[in-house]
């Protein structure tokens, strides 16, 4: 191990004890971008949209998600086989663990005490216990399992698989399979609406997002995206966000080198925006004024103006961008 | 009927209907190889010539039902591989005879294009070649013949459309001796026509040291002489391609058969997901996934998906009516979605661009624009195939 386990515990100990602990400041108005290609996370500054530097994390960095407390971010990454802990305030890592094989996307528990975790290889979606940094159990799912996020109230997580095109659906409690929902395409990632009543899907191959009733776990709608002069196989939806209000649905359409408005109410599509090249990871600032979208082929990121529905900025990052998370 | 009698009646129809309802129904799944693969040889297969098969299509079988078995669990369907191995072209047509009134769903084809021409007229199921890239199986128009390895002439309009991008738009072809180099080497200068590149020169070659043949068997003779952006070699043998390479006499590049391969899938592809396929090709089977294992997973993958819709009764025909309905599209890790051309059953996909270290390009190269879909700039287009 390249640092003292000591460090992680204590950082870990830390962690625990943030909320209660000092103030910490918080809000580095920075967004943080995961690039597969490089072993490091680029920060930019989120009102002059500079880069403003690089944190060292572990190799291929993708999912990315703060702990509780918003001082200390949790990478994914797939080559090293580990997740790594980056303290944003100091901009080091405190130590990575030993996070599955070749992890891509995780979701956290609402109390931060599990993290969920879809294991590519073995068709399963993890339970990761965080205070032992093992895991717990595995719950087989269809073969490659990717995108995971947990209900507000903990009860369930959702995870697609991309070859048997489903979403599975389980309980936390019991880690017993509850649901299996059959979507589009090679189904990648999710969004739950602003009171959680809905769950959208992206289909990658489906050229489509599928909306899930949460209520009685099933599809209630599926928004395909068109563009013009582009053929639904050049229309690759992946990265989903949901504005504050819950009245705007961003979805980076891949391939297609735009991001959709959707109009969450009408499911109607209001603008598109042309961004770079495979448009990927998206992400809101706080007050939804601004969309951060990194695009995977031309190793930029695109800043819009949600409200003109204008991109202000491209910003060279790192190499195959792949997340973006705005701590502004 | 004694009240005892009765009571035992009742119980056994409880039991036959229980047994009805947990009864999984059965897909069966034929796989078809030759007898004494020479191209199988370990000898040859050590060699690893590229675009060249690297084991036993059952492997990828194997591997693409497992990756299904959450679903195939789900829909309490089983599935059973049967491997058949014929030695020749009766072999081969009795063999689906007996696959057919078996009852089984498909029967994936690992045969030389000659057995499959003359049997599978023989049967109704549908058959997916996985192994044969000849053209002419493709323009047989057997409705029940469908392939999911590209043909000859898709990975020729792949390498042209590669070389036109680059305005490599001079080449030397040179092609080897056997009546399959002249085949394939009359696909390629179709390609060659189709994209307005220019051949400086035709020449046949032949592997050989002796000094009275020498015009034939050395490089630097067959090379020179002339100028040209690239070297296109047709060697289906590869011996001689395989050296051919920095063995030029101009400094320029081979593609082909060597050099820069267009083949539809490689080992060390990065995209759209692909390691991870390849990984779990690996961990079943101990070698590389090539551009047969690649095809026989996803004919595999085709059978199991349609036989997913319909899960109840999964037989020959539901199989056959989901492979020819034209929104039945497939998920090939190439990035797009994949399915079989209404015409002539050729699944239509992109083309990887590879020198056997990484993949360099995809076919259908930018820019290349079709009316309908821009896959189908890659093979025998509608209007120009015989099929209807």
């Given amino acids: 191990m390249h640092r003292p386990p000591i460090r992680l515990a204590l950082a870990l100990a830390c962690f625990a004890g943030a909320a209660a602990g000092p103030a910490v400041a918080k809000d580095t108005g920075l967004a943080y971008i995961s690039s597969e290609k490089d072993s490091t996370l680029t920060m930019v500054d989120v009102k002059t949209l500079e880069v403003t530097g690089v944190i060292k994390t572990c190799k291929r960095p993708r999912h990315m998600k703060f702990l509780p407390g918003g ?55 993890g339970f990761f216990d965080m205070a032992t940094k093992k895991l717990s159990k595995s719950v087989p799912v269809g073969k490659e399992p990717e995108g995971v996020i947990t209900s507000p109230d903990g009860k369930l997580v959702y995870v697609t698989s991309e070859v048997a095109n489903k979403v599975h659906v389980i309980d936390t409690a019991s880690g017993k399979v509850v649901a299996n929902i059959a979507v589009g395409k090679r189904p990648r990632r999710f969004a739950f609406n602003a009171d959680a009543s809905e769950l959208w899907v992206s289909n990658e191959l489906g050229a489509s997002v599928s909306i899930i009733s949460t209520k009685d776990l099933t599809v209630k709608d599926t928004i395909n995206f068109e563009v013009k002069g582009m053929r639904a196989d050049d229309i690759t939806p992946v990265s989903l966000a949901m504005s504050k209000d819950g009245k705007t649905a961003y979805v980076g359409l891949g391939r297609a080198n735009h991001v959709a408005f959707v109009d969450v109410a009408t499911r109607k599509v209001e603008q598109l925006v042309l961004v770079g090249k495979r448009a990927w990871g998206v992400g809101l600032n706080k007050d939804g004024s601004r969309l951060f979208v990194v695009n995977g082929l031309s190793d930029d990121m695109t800043v819009i103006d949600t409200a003109a529905a204008k991109p202000l900025k491209t910003i060279p990052v790192g190499r195959v961008p792949y997340m973006v998370v705005v701590d502004d | 009927m004694t009240e005892r009698a009765g009571q035992q009646l009742v119980a056994a129809l409880a039991l036959g209907l229980a047994a009805a309802s947990l009864h999984a129904a059965t897909l069966t799944i034929g796989v078809l190889s030759r007898a004494d693969d020479e191209r199988l040889d370990p000898k040859r297969v050590e060699l690893g010539y590229l675009g060249q098969p690297g084991g036993p299509i059952s492997q990828a079988v194997d591997m693409a039902v497992k990756e299904s078995d959450y679903e195939l669990g789900d829909a309490k369907l089983q599935v059973k591989v049967d491997a058949v191995e014929v030695a020749d072209a009766a072999g081969a047509k009795a063999a689906l005879q007996k696959f057919e009134k078996g009852g089984a769903a498909a029967v994936l084809l690992d045969l030389p294009a000659a057995w499959i021409a003359s049997s599978a007229t023989a049967v109704k199921l549908p058959l997916i070649n996985t192994a044969d890239a000849s053209d002419s199986l493709r323009a047989s128009c057997t409705p029940n013949l469908f392939h999911t390895l590209p043909s000859e002439r898709m990975r020729a309009d792949a390498m042209a459309q590669t070389l036109m991008s680059r305005r490599w738009q001079k080449v030397l072809v040179l092609y080897g001796p056997s009546p399959e180099d002249a085949e394939r080497s009359a696909v390629a200068q179709a390609s060659i026509k189709r994209y307005a590149i220019k051949p400086v020169a035709v020449k046949p070659f032949k592997l050989s040291a002796d000094p009275r043949e020498r015009a034939l068997g050395n490089p630097l003779l067959l090379t020179g002489g002339t100028d040209y952006d690239a070297v296109w070699i047709i060697d289906s043998d590869g011996e001689f391609a395989r050296a051919l390479p920095y063995r030029t006499q101009l400094p320029r590049p081979v593609v082909g058969d060597g050099g820069l391969f267009a083949l539809g899938w490689a ?36 059978v199991l998906e349609a036989a997913l819709e319909q899960p109840a009764s999964p037989g020959a025909a539901q199989v056959m009516k989901a492979l020819t309905r034209p929104d039945f599209v497939l998920d090939g890790f190439k990035g797009v979605r994949v399915s079989f051309r209404p015409w002539d059953r050729q699944l239509r996909q992109p083309i990887l661009m590879t020198d056997g270290q990484g993949v360099v390009a995809i076919a259908p190269a930018e820019g290349v624009l079709h009316p309908k879909n821009v896959l189908d700039t890659l093979g025998l287009d509608q209007p120009e195939s015989r099929c209807k």
């Fill in chain 1, 71 to 125: 001082t200390q971010l949790m990478v994914a990454c797939g080559d090293a086989n580990k997740a790594d802990i980056i303290d944003v305030q100091t901009k080091q890592s405190l130590g990575t663990f030993a996070f599955g094989d070749d992890p891509e996307a995780f979701d956290l528990s609402p109390d931060a005490k599990t993290a969920y975790i879809s294991l590519e290889d073995e068709g399963a979606l």
């Fill in chain 2, 267 to 302: 080992p060390h592809f990065e995209r759209f997901g692909s390691p991870q396929l390849i990984r779990r090709f690996e961990k079943a089977a101990h070698r590389p996934m090539v551009s047969q294992d690649w095809a026989a997973w996803m004919a595999t993958k085709a």
